[in-house]
């Protein structure tokens, strides 16, 4: 994956792993979130983790087994994450505690993964030759079912100001920041 689509990747899902913390606490203080935003998140984290898992299990790289270890530990509070918006849906508003837990866990163990990821790419540029960038074959695509579900969790996450304001990451409203 080249860097420039894996900064676009990881903008993404730290964007919809803020929107689930958010989301989370303001479910946990009884505020009403709509469960199809909750599960439209998790989907999301989801579809990246499979994606970003299926991706280095074709790299041939020593470094990446840690990759593979941190892909498999977060697999937990992902799966708790569903069972606990199966139960929401359900009526059961006491699973609010248990997404809360489950989205701090993921959004604890994939901080870290991206700071493994931060030193790999460090490690890369600093002994890969130098590329044309034009010739080099993109190695991430993005569904465009992936990214209408990126952007459909942005606007609704905007909408119910859970830390985002619109598409774009380094533009917040004027009310995000007085918050």
């Known amino acids: 994956m080249s860097h420039d689509n894996f900064e676009s990747e990881r903008d993404r899902i730290e964007r919809v792993i803020e929107i689930l913390e958010h989301a989370a606490t303001q479910l946990g203080a009884g505020r009403h979130i709509p469960l ?24 041939d790289e020593p470094a990446l087994s840690r ?8 697999s937990g509070p992902l799966a708790t994450m569903q069972d606990a918006l199966a139960a929401l849906a359900g009526g059961d508003d006491r699973a609010a505690d248990r997404l809360a837990r489950a989205v701090a866990e993921y959004a604890n163990l994939r901080r870290e993964h991206l700071v493994l990821d931060d030193r790999l790419f460090a490690r890369a540029s ?19 079912d992936t990214r209408r579900l990126y952007d459909r969790i ?6 119910l100001e859970l830390g985002v304001s619109t598409a774009f990451p380094n533009v917040q409203s004027q009310r995000s920041k007085s918050v």
Do not use: K, W
């Open 36 to 59: 199809r935003l909750l599960q439209d998140a998790v989907a999301f984290v989801n579809r990246s983790e499979e994606a970003a898992y299926e991706a280095m299990l074709d790299e």
């Open 126 to 144: 600093r002994s890969a030759p130098v590329v044309d960038v034009q010739s080099t074959p993109l190695e991430f695509v993005e569904s465009p």
């Open 67 to 74: 990759c593979l270890e941190q892909h498999t530990a977060i």
């Open 154 to 159: 942005v606007e609704a996450g905007a909408l």
